[in-house]
């Protein structure tokens, strides 16, 4: 696969925020541990003090999830040596949306296995396991019951609630069985008993052979270990304390913050229900149910039934560090971001910040859309202007007539420091008059040039749709195709797609990648 990179800064793209990130700025610092090159895991992996009970109790509970399924023994030694103190994770987690949902899903992933490939390279001594993190608690159904293939969307009516990992996948068999040739895994996937497990089932077949390993962390006995935080959210609202205060500093800097922690950051899971628990004068209650608990009550159902208590977007993120041995967390643009307001709250637990690396991104570019493009004559990173300033730029760099005013515009600025110079040797109160003069009549030239371009535009109106096809193929519907196209886009008529990717993505390049797939 034939590639180009360029900065995801060229791309207009990304927040500020991101940005700002991913180039190291320096009032960003404080918000993270270190950032996340090969050179400072070193640093990562002698911090990462993680229990041993809390390996056994993970090791014991991935076994369990995975022992109906049929794995590559690469799966089984990763699992096994997550008991091992010189096995880390590196995770990224992500929605269990149908069909895995846009293609970045796909890129998350192979980030992850890349990145554990290159860190084994560079430190012999110690194992480290690619893991996905199944967002299995979430109940954001419209998020996730649909996809996108060949300009078509596919969707899933259900009337079920609550964890949409809880949720039966037999409806989908139908959407499966539909798909082109080369999907039948996912009719397979989708016999299985829940939406959690259709998922596991489905990424171990995409990634099982590099070893991948899948965590559900909808459990009970790796919430148990959760519990100290359950307690000290529910009862003296600490998370919200500081990240309240970290969201502030962020927000000071002029930075929009993404997430707003809660007084109490737990949902309640049961039986087709995740609502928010809230405090009352009375004790607790479960919002929108008749559900309500005395202090005593919650404090006991927390002690025997962890499995009840789902974090948020807040206390996700902490209970994944809780669980894993992770040195690094792999996720998108607004992922990244939202982690640099948690950074105190994982002081105060005194649990360790991973490593903050973002996913790699990606346009795969087919080859006819290439060809369309390089008759343009515009450059790869002209491929991130709209369509229309792409045109207006292709309009001016070859049209046969001179549309441009700068010359004018630059003799009107000469005349104007003329006129402005005599009038200020009568009267200096003339210069402003000269002044609202030039702005006005610089505004009717760049007005009159806008209908120049304007008319220019009109003559090559062949050329505007050969942009816009080019472009709809890689920005389908003006998005980026990777927060789009599902990856069998791709993968149905090139099997070894995720191969190349997996070949082509280093893990550690933060640029935009343009992926030429002939």
């Known amino acids: 696969m034939r590639t180009e990179t360029i900065s995801l800064d060229e791309t207009d ?3 500020s925020f991101f940005i700002d990130y991913i180039n190291e700025k320096e009032t960003l610092k404080p918000f993270y541990s270190a950032f996340p090159s090969v050179k400072n895991f070193k640093s990562a992996i002698a911090n990462r003090n993680f229990p041993t009970a809390n390996r056994e109790a993970l090791v014991e509970v991935l076994q369990e999830q995975y022992k109906d399924l ?5 799966v089984k030694q990763n699992i096994q040596s997550l008991g091992d103190g010189k096995t880390f994770t590196i995770a990224t987690g992500h929605q269990l949306n149908i069909f895995t949902g846009p293609l970045y899903f796909i890129y ?4 992850v296995i890349n990145a554990c490939k290159t860190l084994k390279q560079s430190y012999p001594d110690y194992n480290f396991v690619p893991v996905y993190w199944m967002a299995s608690e979430d109940h954001d159904f419209e998020e996730i019951n649909h996809f996108f293939l060949e300009g078509k969307k596919y969707e899933w009516q259900t009337d079920q609630n609550g964890a949409v990992g809880h949720f039966d996948p037999s409806g989908l068999k139908e959407i499966a069985e ?5 999907a039948e895994f996912f009719a397979e996937a989708y016999s299985q008993k829940t939406l959690a497990d259709a998922g596991r089932a489905y990424v171990n077949h995409l990634f099982g052979k590099e070893g991948l390993v899948v965590v559900d962390g909808d459990h009970a006995a790796l919430k148990k270990v ?6 000290e959210d529910l009862f003296k609202h600490n998370p919200e304390k500081f990240v309240s205060k970290t969201s502030s500093s962020l927000e000071d800097l002029g930075y929009k913050t993404q997430i707003t922690a809660r007084k109490i950051n737990f949902f309640y899971l049961k039986n087709g229900i995740r609502e928010r628990i809230e405090k009352t004068d009375n004790g607790f209650q479960v919002v929108d149910t008749g559900i309500a608990f005395s202090e005593k009550e919650i404090r006991s159902l927390i002690k025997e039934h962890p499995e009840r208590f789902s974090p948020n977007v807040v206390l996700r993120p902490l209970y994944q560090e809780t669980i894993l041995p992770n040195l690094a967390y792999v996720g998108g643009p607004s992922e990244a971001v939202y982690w640099l307001q948690l950074k105190e709250m994982f002081d105060h637990f005194k649990t360790a910040f991973p490593l903050l690396m973002p996913r790699n991104f990606g346009v795969v570019i087919p080859e006819a859309a290439s060809s369309k493009w390089n008759k ?9 202007l709209s ?6 730029k292709w309009v001016k760099a070859n049209c046969d007539h001179d549309i441009s005013y700068a010359e004018e515009l630059k003799s009107l600025e000469e005349l104007e420091k003329s006129l402005k ?3 200020g040797e009568v009267d200096e109160t003339l210069i402003q008059h000269i002044e609202a003069l030039h702005t006005s009549f610089s505004k009717r030239i760049e007005k009159a040039e806008k209908k120049l371009v304007r008319a220019e535009k009109r003559l090559h109106q062949d050329r505007r749709k050969q942009i816009e096809s080019a472009k709809e193929v890689l920005f389908p519907g003006g998005s980026l195709q990777e927060r789009r196209d599902n990856f069998l886009n791709f993968y149905l008529n090139d099997p070894d797609f995720i191969q190349k990717l997996l070949k082509t993505f280093d893990a550690f390049d933060y640029r935009m990648y343009l992926l030429y797939n002939s």
């Open 13 to 15: 793209c990304f927040s």
């Open 70 to 74: 049929s794995t590559d023994n690469s």
């Open 108 to 111: 998350k992933i192979v980030t």
């Open 178 to 182: 539909k798909l082109p040739k080369g």
């Open 226 to 231: 959760f519990t100290p935080i359950i307690e």
């Open 376 to 384: 343009t004559g515009l450059t790869q990173s002209d491929l991130f």
């Open 387 to 392: 369509t229309e300033k792409a045109f207006e």
């Open 421 to 423: 110079q005599k009038a």
